[in-house]
């Protein structure tokens, strides 16, 4: 059905490797397979094997789960992209972790699932994260440039009214100027 490869740090695994819950969900305990430093592992590569046919409307989603936190979708494989690496933005640990001494302790999972593939996200989950950077840099250096001509009026801060059209003109000439200055903003 699939298999999975953690960069670095596995050989291929098959579907026997997690654990199946239902027709069409499987989970992996990551305390079986790192212990408590599932947070190290930052990738994982999911592929379907040549046996497996998946319904071309349906995917193969991969989710993570720290301990104590809900699922996070990570991305999915379809019969048109059979293979993909997945980045593990694995998120704080979360809840109550562990109420008495004698439970057995939460674990980290990643969980896969058939889902129809209308109801996903977008599968280009690395690249809504650079954007969304993107944007998050673009508006810093903004404010920072706004910071520089601002002034106080009581508790507004008041800014000069073509501070926008100053900005954009100089961030433009600087693109222009030097290619590599936008590659920084996307790291």
Known sequence: ??????????????????????????????????????????????????????????????YIQSPGSPFLFCGAVTLARPSAVLSLPWPDPGGQMQLTADAAPLSAKIGVSVEDLATLPSLDVAAERRIERLALKVGENLFNFMQSFC?????????????????????????????????????
């Open 1 to 62: 059905m699939f298999g999975v490869v953690f960069p670095n740090r596995s050989f291929p695994m098959d579907i026997s490797t997690f654990s199946q819950i239902d027709t069409f969900h499987w989970v992996l305990d990551m305390n079986t397979f790192v212990g408590e430093a599932y947070d190290q592992v930052r990738e994982v590569c999911i592929f379907l094997l040549n046996s497996f046919t998946l319904p071309p409307d349906k995917a193969l989603a991969v």
């Open 151 to 187: 002034g106080v009026d009581g508790s507004k801060l008041v800014v000069p009214m073509d501070i926008l059209d100053r900005w954009f003109k100089k961030f433009q000439e600087r693109a222009k100027r030097d290619p590599e200055y936008l590659k920084g903003f996307v790291l």
